[in-house]
């Protein structure tokens, strides 16, 4: 995706985005929150694509990124519509779904959190998310649930 294939919301939602992580009102932001606003946007790129993009926008490795770098970077993860980011979430829970029920067990989910994937994340965080969205007794996790609150 071009930066000029974003709408003007879009642009200023980035722009504003980059301004609430400029703590200090001081025009860059560090390494840690250019990962955290990205985030903030809901995009969900791996600590390796992060990694490379800040070595793009900032060889010298000094740990600031100016909001033009930023706005710049952002497009590479960005979704051209809610729709086709939607749509990108329902095809990684369909994959592990096999039966197409719309729902797939709390072991699985954590299997999927903690082992599949670039990066997995820690058992902590899995099991409060499992428990966040978990019927019990059936240990069983509708996932349209995760999908429309990603959404939000």
Known sequence: MLLDDLRTDEIDLIKKTF???DYRNIGFISHE???NALRWLKLIPSEAEIAQVLQE???ENLGRIKIDAFVHSVVKFWFPTPQKFEAYLWDAFSAFDKELKGSISSDLLKEILTVHGTEPIPEKEANK?????ETKPQRMIEYSSIINDWMR
């Open 19 to 21: 301004h609430q992580f």
């Open 57 to 59: 926008i900032d060889p």
């Open 33 to 35: 929150d250019f990962a």
């Open 129 to 133: 998310i499992i428990k966040r969205y």
